[in-house]
Nanobody
Framework: QVQLVESGGGLVQAGGSLRLSCAPSGRTLSAYAMGWFRQAPGEEREFVAGVSGSVVIKDYADPVKGRFTISRDNAKNTVYLQMNSLKPEDTAVYYC??????????????????WGQGTQVTVSL
């Protein structure tokens, strides 16, 4: 059984920064693609960023390009999402997903087999 644990969320003013972390327990996921998604109240869960497994390919949703950076430290079995220049519209619960059926990044949440519990990010004016 794989559990993903996110951390690093919180309340920040617009223009500020946060770094989210995702650490799986019970399994090493360095060979698999990992993704960050977010869900705002009343909205569908949407893709934010993803990173491939052994070949480091990264993908970003248009709204976060140039502001967010996804990275992974396979030695620590941890994936990060550095979020800079945060905007109120970035407010959401952020989820980390593991794509254990493939090594390539996917924007489709149905391709991810394991999820964390989510961490709240709130950006105020």
């Amino acid at each position: 059984q794989v559990q993903l644990v996110e951390s690093g969320g919180g309340l920040v003013q617009a223009g500020g920064s946060l770094r989210l972390s995702c650490a799986p327990s019970g399994r090493t996921l360095s060979a698999y693609a990992m993704g960050w998604f977010r869900q705002a109240p009343g909205e569908e869960r949407e893709f934010v960023a993803g990173v491939s497994g052994s070949v480091v390919i990264k993908d970003y949703a248009d709204p976060v390009k140039g502001r967010f950076t996804i990275s992974r430290d396979n030695a620590k079995n941890t994936v990060y999402l550095q979020m800079n220049s945060l905007k109120p519209e970035d407010t959401a619960v952020y989820y980390c997903g593991a794509r254990i059926t493939g090594v390539y990044v996917s924007r489709n949440q149905n391709d991810y087999g394991y999820w964390g519990q989510g961490t709240q990010v709130t950006v105020s004016l």
